[in-house]
Structure formats: structure tokens, C-alpha cells
């Protein structure tokens, strides 16, 4: 018997997506720190034929979690002050 997935049972779906600034002015020097960083849980369905005992055509699906996580960009900005 083939396994055939229902939305029931198929993985779920989620994006996160995390932000942190610093920023911070002296005399001479001032900077700009901006981090992100995104999580995402997605799934993906697979559609693939095969044949049974008899040689009668199965199609068969299946849905595979698929994570992906980890920083994005980083970014930097220093300035100085000349007077």
C-alpha cells in the first residue's frame, strides 16, 4: 500500500528572522554593528512514480522537512571625526 501524505501530516512551515543594531558616537569615532540572522523551516513535496508486484504504476509523494538557519549579513560602519 502506498504512502500517501495528507496536509494532516505534512511538515509545517516557518520563517524567523532576528535583527540586532548597535550604534554609538564619541569625540573622535563613531560606529554603526547591525546583525541578522534567519531561520526557516519549509518542507518540500516529492512526486515519484514506481511500479508494484504486477507492473502497475504507484505514484508515490512524500514531504521532506528542509532547515535552514544561520547568520545573514553583517554589517560594519565606522566613521571618524577630524577637526
Aim: no cysteine.
Amino acid at each position: 500500500m502506498p504512502r500517501v501524505l495528507s496536509w494532516q501530516t505534512q511538515p509545517g512551515y516557518a520563517t524567523t528572522q532576528f535583527t540586532a543594531t548597535r550604534r554609538a558616537a564619541g569625540k573622535k569615532a563613531s560606529f554603526f554593528l547591525q546583525l541578522e540572522r534567519r531561520d526557516i523551516n519549509d518542507s518540500q513535496v516529492i512526486d515519484r512514480a514506481n511500479l508494484d508486484s504486477n507492473f502497475n504504476p504507484l505514484t508515490l509523494s512524500e514531504a521532506i522537512a528542509i532547515r535552514a538557519r544561520g547568520l545573514t549579513s553583517v554589517l560594519v560602519w565606522i566613521t571618524n571625526s577630524v577637526e
